[in-house]
């Protein structure tokens, strides 16, 4: 079963409003989807986040010759050897022959891995909080109380890129509106040091309703973490960024976070993120998918959250949620996952079990005008 095409689908979306985070301001969302097609006619779709132009020239000159009469069933050595010129790539084109191997079997994606023990995963809204001009706490408000709306009951929102206090008075908006109808994480992107971070204990004592606070602090910085995590009373989480299960396990082992937010496009393919999660479980440390930079990453960290083991046989409607981007991001309609309320249901079909809508894919097709990363 050779591989006979790869289709490219460098997507675009610029935004009419920016948003943010810590790390800055976001005037587009870019995303970038392949579909590899073998000579059976069997089909698998991948998706990897990057510089469109870089990515294009990566393919088209690297990547794609080299997968043209591979084996499509030899996913771990094709995997590897990516991973040596490109990681992102390589997760990209292990999703695809991922789905590729489920659907020559003719089951889906959690069957391959062993089935699942639940039929849906909780997720939370997850808010890029800060907008330009001065009213960008109340703009935030709005969209919480919209999400609220939409039946979601956990949330996470941005801290770190404005003034401590000014952050604090954001939260607080928040907390003083919605306290007792939505469980918080708060993020902040490693932007503080370990006396700013330890600076929010005072107001996480006054409240009983959040989920996490995650990268206060360059990760690098394990003993700071070791310390923070025994000084707040509410757990740390981390990871996203992490490039392979080498780094979550060498994370896992230090006792530093207490969730841990690998995903599936930094990670290096599907199935160094499966492993990421059994490890986590292994070892005892929750774990929370971040999957802010595609919707078919999205879905992978789903139906892979799904064939996670339970923390316990009575409440395995415990399992960790899963994020969900509710920014002004077309994109992620691309893969049509079904969402009701707080929840996601897993997709009963074949291989990923969702349609890829092929109408949105062509008009958000990349131009191919530059922009800066
Ligand atoms: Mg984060």
Redesign the pocket.
């Known amino acids: 079963m050779k591989i006979l095409k790869v289709e490219t689908y460098p997507l675009f979306y610029a935004m009419k409003t920016p948003y943010g985070?810590a790390n800055g301001m976001k005037n587009y969302r870019s995303c970038y989807m392949i579909r590899i097609i073998t000579e059976s006619g069997y089909e698998g779709w991948g998706e990897c986040v990057d510089w469109l132009p870089a990515l294009e020239h990566t393919f088209h000159n690297l990547i794609i010759p080299y997968l043209i009469g591979q084996k499509a069933l030899d996913r771990n050595r094709i995997t590897q050897t990516l991973g040596k010129w490109h990681p992102r790539a390589a997760a990209c084109v292990n999703m695809a022959l991922s789905e590729i191997s489920a659907v020559k079997a003719g089951i889906s994606m959690c069957d391959v891995w062993g089935g699942a023990y639940r039929d849906s995963i909780p997720v939370y809204a997850s808010f890029q909080s800060y907008t330009d001009g001065d009213d960008w706490i109340a703009r935030s408000l709005q969209g919480i109380n919209q999400a609220l709306e939409e039946g979601f009951t956990q949330i996470?929102v941005?801290i770190g890129g404005k003034s401590l206090g000014e952050d604090q008075k954001y939260v607080k908006g928040i907390q003083d509106q919605f306290h007792d109808q939505l469980d918080i994480a708060l993020?902040?992107?490693q932007s503080y040091d370990f006396a700013t971070a330890c600076r929010w204990q005072k107001t996480f004592s006054e409240w009983s309703n959040l989920l996490w606070l995650?990268?206060p602090m360059p990760l690098h910085q394990v003993a700071e973490y070791k310390m923070l995590r025994s000084f707040l009373s509410i757990p740390i989480?981390?990871g996203?960024n992490l490039k392979s299960v080498h780094e979550i396990v060498s994370l896992l082992t230090k006792q530093s976070l207490d969730i841990i937010?690998p995903d599936p496009e930094h990670l290096g393919g599907i199935d160094a993120f499966l492993l990421a999660l059994q490890l986590s479980r292994q070892i005892g440390i929750r774990v929370s998918p971040?999957t802010?930079d595609g919707a078919l990453s999205r879905l992978y960290a789903v139906l892979a959250q799904a064939c996670l083991a339970p923390w316990t046989k009575m409440l395995d409607d415990l399992i960790e949620p899963v994020e969900w981007d509710v920014m002004d991001n077309p994109l992620n309609q691309i893969v049509q996952i079904q969402r009701d309320r707080d929840h996601v249901l897993i997709p009963q079909g074949i291989g990923i079990g969702v349609q890829i809508d092929q109408e949105l894919l062509h008009h958000y097709l990349w131009d191919g005008s530059s922009y800066t990363p």
């Open positions: 985070d996470k941005k993020d902040a992107n995650e990268e989480s981390g996203e937010q971040h802010y």
